[in-house]
């Protein structure tokens, strides 16, 4: 069994991702385009293909097919965009597909062998700019929101939290406007400081609004078990536990009070109003060693 996650396959010169008799596998958060052959292939088995961008693959987006002898392939497919492929999505005889909540679309055959399912659509994905491979959606896609959470992961591709609007997005990329940036500890750094100073900034506007900001820290990505999680106030203002308050500033930064392990670690910092307004930072990961 194979997990496969926020992986970009391009340029492969037969198949960008293959699955051969690897039953329960997944492709998750995953960017496939322009590989020669096919751009996600599947034998034998059951597998899942869940919030994958497949693009301008030059023979199949998706394919699956049943060997003769074997099992019949089972794969699910949602969330996904298939767009600019020969074919978008293939699935041989004797074969059980199934296809939600996915785009299919401008490939010079959209389907063969199978249908899409529920809440499948087949409309321009509106990517930033298709010419130079940026898949991320622009704001009047029609991906936005069209998912679902059900088996969804809780990230992006770049580690953006899913959903950041009403539900999730089809596709790799969750759209976000723009949020939290991540400055120190920088993403995969190794430093050897024990109580380290967090720092990110908010974009501009941000600071006319009132905000509470949380900051976590955890030992996975997914953040499963998260080791330590601290929240400012607005009222009284700052941290818990406290560090030092700057009088009528955004906190933009938090020391740790206590001594962090010589290990590797993943931190994020979100924000809101108390009400109706919420941001977000990536996933950042950074390790401790000795000197």
């Known amino acids: 069994m194979l997990n496969i996650t926020n992986t970009t396959a391009k340029l492969c010169t037969e198949i960008g991702i293959e699955l051969y008799s690897c039953d329960g596998s997944k492709v998750v958060n995953c960017l496939v385009y322009k590989n020669r052959d096919y751009g996600i292939a599947g034998f034998i088995?059951?597998?899942?293909?869940?919030?994958?961008?497949?693009?301008k693959n030059y023979g199949?987006?998706?394919?699956?097919?049943?060997?003769?002898r074997y099992p019949p392939v089972e794969p699910i497919i949602k969330n996904c965009i298939a767009v600019n492929n020969n074919i978008g999505t293939y699935v041989s005889a004797n074969s059980y597909p199934e296809i939600t909540y996915s785009d299919v679309w401008g490939n010079n055959t959209n389907y063969k062998g199978c249908t899409g399912g529920e809440e499948c659509i087949s409309e321009n994905p509106l990517f930033v700019s298709p010419t130079l491979d940026d898949y991320h959606l622009l704001p009047d896609s029609l991906c936005i929101d069209a998912g679902t959470d059900v088996d969804a992961p809780l990230y992006d591709i770049e580690g953006n939290i899913r959903p950041y609007g009403v539900r999730v997005d089809m596709g790799a990329y969750e759209f976000t406007v723009e949020g939290i940036k991540l400055i120190y500890p920088l993403n995969e750094s190794v430093i050897n400081d024990i109580t380290p100073t967090f720092k990110w900034e908010i974009p501009g506007e941000e600071n006319n609004k009132n905000l509470h900001f949380k900051i976590e820290i955890a030992d996975d990505p997914e953040f499963v078990n998260i080791l330590y999680s601290?929240?400012?106030?607005?009222?009284?203002?700052?941290f818990s536990p406290l560090p030092p308050?700057?009088?009528?500033?955004?906190?933009?930064?938090?020391?740790?009070?206590?001594n962090l392990e010589y290990q590797?670690?993943?931190w994020r910092v979100s924000a809101w109003n108390g009400e109706d307004h919420y941001i977000a930072s990536p996933v950042w990961g950074f390790t401790i060693q000795k000197q």
Do not use: D
């Open 45 to 55: 088995g059951r597998y899942e293909i869940i919030n994958c961008t497949i693009v």
């Open 60 to 68: 199949y987006g998706l394919w699956f097919a049943t060997l003769s």
């Open 230 to 238: 601290y929240e400012s106030k607005i009222e009284p203002s700052g």
């Open 245 to 258: 308050v700057v009088p009528g500033k955004a906190h933009q930064f938090y020391t740790m009070l206590r």
């Open 264 to 266: 590797p670690y993943f």
